[in-house]
């Protein structure tokens, strides 16, 4: 019997994380940790860069978002993410993990092309 309760349980548990997995990727959360994250690098950011830094949900695909930023104000953003990664769900991590990677990948092959250091 107390084979069944355990099996109750692990079969809880795994659809317990196999919710908290769907609903990281959940476009309303996407959207507000988006917003979270475009704050928090407008307000790291210095004074002449705060406008440069924006994240635009599309309206056709809810789940793809663009995010626009000076190339002299990528490491906010980047900072910004790395500063929530640890509040957000698994899954709206990995997605937010990407596109870190995918941001500072292009910051530093134009840093690159442009002669100037990535890593400043």
Do not use: C
Not at 22 to 37: C, M, P, T, Y
Not at 77 to 94: D, H
């Amino acid at each position: 019997m107390s084979d069944d309760l355990l099996s109750m349980d692990t079969i809880r548990k795994y659809a317990k994380q196999i919710e908290d997995l769907r609903s990281g990727l959940d476009f309303e959360v996407l959207a507000h940790w988006s917003k979270v994250i475009e704050s928090d690098a407008v307000e790291l950011a210095p004074d002449d860069l705060k406008g440069t830094i924006q994240i635009i949900q599309d309206e056709l695909l809810p789940m793809k978002f663009n995010f626009k930023a000076s190339k002299r104000a990528v490491p906010f953003l980047v900072q910004a993410i790395e500063k929530n990664l640890s509040e957000m769900p698994m899954a709206t991590r990995l997605y937010f993990q990407k596109v870190e990677d995918v941001i500072w990948e292009e910051y530093q092959r134009y840093s690159k092309t442009h002669g100037k250091n990535p890593s400043t």
